[in-house]
């Protein structure tokens, strides 16, 4: 009886242990994920930035002058 006792007693210690390491890298992806989108918000922003900026009309903006 002693024995299982301590054996559980082992069990729970190494399955707290895990869990820990686990909330750790729980942790360390969130914020990783975080970073990422952040870097993923600044790109699309610059993209966008880029787009409006290329001097290309679209289609909708490219209206013939008015002798034509």
């Known amino acids: 009886m002693e024995q299982d006792i301590q054996t559980l007693q082992e069990q ?23 970073k990422l989108r952040l870097e993923i918000l600044k790109l699309q922003q610059k993209l966008q930035a880029s ?6 009309l679209n289609a909708a903006e490219d ?6």
């Open 12 to 34: 729970i210690a190494y399955m707290q242990s895990e869990l820990g390491q686990l909330s750790d890298e729980l942790y360390a992806q969130q914020k990783e994920m975080a």
């Open 51 to 56: 787009q409006n900026d290329s001097g290309i």
């Open 63 to 68: 209206v013939p002058p008015p002798h034509y």
